[in-house]
């Protein structure tokens, strides 16, 4: 994992450690301007920052290819259903 992506994951941490106290603090009418501000601006921020990452894949990594377009199908049956053993009481 590069730098970039781990301060982007590190900030997005934050930001959603920081989320429930402001969320109680604007519920209960005490958070000032300043602290929805900041918040925002931190979200703001953070979200163009995983806007740019997006932009520069080129598509999506899956088993070793790139995907480009279109919707990965996968062959049925992918799961094996649990092993159902008889209980006895």
Known sequence: ????DRELLTELARL????????MCIMDGTASAAEQHNYAHRLIVAGER???RAAAMSGSIVGGEVVVDGSIA???????PPCIREQRW
């Open 74 to 80: 996968l062959s049925a049956p992918t799961v094996q």
């Open 16 to 23: 959603n450690t920081a989320m429930p106290s402001l969320a």
């Open 1 to 4: 994992m590069i730098r970039e």
């Open 50 to 52: 995983l806007k740019r």
